[in-house]
C-alpha cells in the first residue's frame, strides 16, 4: 500500500497494548508524523482514495483501558512523534487576556507543568496522573481534585488546532470554527485529532498544605465533602476515597509514611469500610501566616473521626505529581504492567448512596486491589456545548434542592492480582459492566466516564439528548468514520 511521501512502519507492538492490558488490537502500519502535515495528508489520502475503509487512531500516552486508541488492521498515528513544543506567554500587568500555553497535542501534562514552573505559571485544572498527553485528556475531559473550582481540563482551552477525519486542518476556538471546537473536547477522538491547544495559566502556588480526614460514616464523608466543594475561596483540592483494607492506604498515596499506624487499624477479615477525604490549600508565599488560619476555619466545619486529621506541606510539583511516585513503587513491585479493569462513573448526588450499596454487592473489600475515588464535581463548570456527558438533570429521585448541582465521579480502579488467569479478568470485568448498566439503567442515573460500550443502544442512551448533535458533527467531520475506531461507535453510525 502506498502512502506517497509518508513513512508508515510495520513495526507495531506498542500500537496494539494499552495501560488496561485487556483489549491487543493489531494495526497494519503505524504513523509516526514529523508534522501536523503529515497528519493531514494521511487522512486527506484516505478520505479520497479506495482505501477509505481503513480506519485511523490517534496515540497519545497509551493510557486507555479498553483499546480506545488503537485501530485493529488500521492506522495508528503516534502522537509523541510530534516535536515537543511548549511555548509559554505571560499577561503583562495592565495587558488584557491571560496567560496561556500553545503545546501540541501530543506533550505530557507533566512537561507542561515543569516548563510553565519556570516563569511562576501553571494549568487550572489537572488529572491525578501527569504522564498522559495533552490531546489524550482534552478528547475525554481531564478531571481531578481542582475540578469542582475551575472545572474539567475541557472548560480551560481557549483554542484548538484540529485534523478533521477529512484531513482538514482548521483552527478553533469559541468565537472560530466553533462546532468543531466544542466537538472534539471530550469527543473520544470522533472529530479531529487535537495537534495543538492553548491552555488557560494561572500563577503557580508556592506550596500546598494537605490533608487527610477519615469517617466512619458514608453520609457524614459526602456531606464534608460538599461542604468544602462550597469554599472555594479557601479550599483548591477535593478528593476521596474507600479504604476497604490496608492496601487501599498504602497505595493511595506515600505522602503520610509516619502516620500509617496511626490510622484506623483494619482487622482481617472485617467488613468495616472507612472513608477518607483528601484536600488541600495553596500557599503562595514562602511563609504564609495565614495559612493556618485558613486551615483551622476549614476543619472547624468538618466532622471527621476524633485524632484524624493529618497534614503534610509539599512542592506544588511534588503534590501534582504524587501518583507519579506511587507508579514508581508499584514498578519496583512489578505490579504496574498487570491488566487494568477500570471503571469511572458519573452519579448524581441524589443516587451516591445507592451506587455505594451496588458497589459493595459486587466486589470484596478484604481483597480488593487499587483505589476506589469518590469526590463531588459541579454541573455549572462543565459546558453543555461539548462533547462531554454528565447524568442528566432529573436523571434520579431527587431528594431536595440543589441535587442535580453536585456530580460525583467514582472511579474503580482495580488491578488485577498477578495470580490472576484470563477466566479471572473476565469475570471482574464482568461484575463492573453489571455495576455499569445497574447504575446507568436503575434509579441512580449514573454515566460512565472514559465510556466504553458494546452495542448502538447502550451508545444512544449514553448520549441521551445529545446523540442527535452527536451524530450530525460525525456526518460533518468524519463522514467515512475513519477516525477512532477502538471507541466502538462507529457500530452507531451503520445502524441508523
Not at 191 to 219: C, M, N
Request: hydrophobic share 40%; net charge negative.
Amino acid at each position: 500500500m502506498d502512502f506517497g511521501p509518508l513513512n508508515i512502519s510495520q513495526t507495531t507492538n506498542t500500537a496494539s497494548s494499552d495501560f488496561g492490558r485487556i483489549i491487543f488490537h493489531s494495526p497494519s502500519g503505524v504513523l509516526r508524523p514529523d508534522s501536523p502535515r503529515d497528519i493531514s495528508l494521511l487522512l486527506s489520502f484516505l478520505s479520497a482514495s479506495a482505501f477509505s475503509q481503513l480506519t485511523v487512531a490517534a496515540r497519545g500516552a497509551g493510557h486507555s483501558i479498553h483499546g480506545q486508541a488503537q485501530a485493529l488492521d488500521g492506522i495508528v498515528i503516534m502522537m509523541d512523534s510530534l516535536p515537543p513544543t511548549i511555548e509559554i506567554h505571560r499577561r503583562r500587568n495592565g495587558e488584557a487576556g491571560f496567560s496561556y500555553a500553545d503545546v501540541n497535542g501530543g506533550v505530557l501534562w507533566v512537561e507542561l507543568l515543569e516548563e510553565s514552573l519556570k516563569v511562576g505559571l501553571a494549568p487550572r485544572s489537572w488529572t491525578d496522573y501527569l504522564y498522559l498527553s495533552i490531546g489524550g485528556t482534552l478528547s475525554n475531559g481531564g478531571i481531578s481534585g481542582q475540578a469542582f473550582k475551575y472545572g474539567p481540563q475541557i472548560s480551560n482551552v481557549l483554542q484548538l488546532d484540529v485534523i478533521t477525519g477529512k484531513g482538514e486542518l482548521v483552527t478553533c476556538s469559541p468565537t472560530r470554527s466553533s462546532e468543531l471546537f466544542y466537538a472534539v473536547l471530550g469527543g473520544l477522538g470522533q472529530f479531529g485529532i487535537i495537534t495543538s491547544a492553548r491552555i488557560l495559566l494561572q500563577d503557580a502556588p508556592h506550596k500546598v498544605r494537605w490533608l487527610r480526614a477519615f469517617y466512619e460514616d458514608f453520609d457524614i464523608f459526602t456531606r464534608d465533602q460538599e461542604l468544602l466543594i462550597s469554599m472555594p475561596d479557601k479550599v483548591d483540592y477535593v478528593e476521596g476515597f474507600m479504604v476497604l483494607n490496608e492496601k487501599s492506604l498504602h497505595g493511595s498515596s506515600i505522602a503520610f509514611p509516619s502516620y500509617m499506624d496511626s490510622i484506623p487499624q483494619l482487622p482481617k477479615g472485617s467488613s468495616k469500610v472507612y472513608y477518607c477525604i483528601e484536600f488541600a490549600v495553596h500557599v503562595y508565599q514562602a511563609k504564609d501566616s495565614f495559612i493556618e488560619q485558613v486551615v483551622e476555619e476549614i476543619l472547624r466545619q468538618m466532622s471527621y473521626m476524633p485524632s484524624r486529621i493529618y497534614s503534610v506541606e509539599v512542592s506544588y510539583f511534588d503534590f501534582l505529581n504524587r501518583v507519579r511516585m506511587e507508579e514508581m513503587e508499584l514498578r519496583r513491585r512489578d505490579v504496574w504492567d498487570v491488566p487494568h479493569p477500570w471503571l469511572n462513573m458519573f452519579v448524581p448526588k441524589s443516587g451516591i448512596r445507592e451506587f455505594r450499596v451496588l458497589l459493595m454487592e459486587h466486589i470484596s473489600p478484604e481483597d480488593f486491589e487499587g483505589p476506589v475515588l469518590i469526590y463531588p464535581l459541579l454541573r455549572e463548570k462543565w459546558s453543555t456545548n461539548t462533547s462531554a456527558v454528565l447524568p442528566e438533570v432529573g436523571a434520579a429521585s431527587t431528594v431536595g434542592g440543589g441535587d442535580d448541582e453536585v456530580v460525583y465521579i467514582v472511579g474503580v480502579l482495580r488491578s488485577t492480582p498477578s495470580n490472576c488467569p484470563p477466566a479471572c479478568l473476565h469475570e471482574l470485568l464482568r461484575r463492573h459492566h453489571h455495576i455499569a448498566e445497574a447504575a446507568i439503567g436503575g434509579q441512580v442515573g449514573a454515566k460512565q466516564y472514559l465510556p466504553h460500550h458494546q452495542t448502538a443502544r447502550q451508545w444512544r442512551e449514553h448520549f441521551g439528548r445529545r446523540w442527535e448533535r452527536f451524530a450530525a458533527w460525525k456526518a460533518r467531520f468524519d463522514p467515512l468514520n475513519i477516525l477512532a475506531p477502538g471507541q466502538g461507535i462507529l457500530l452507531l453510525h451503520s445502524s441508523q
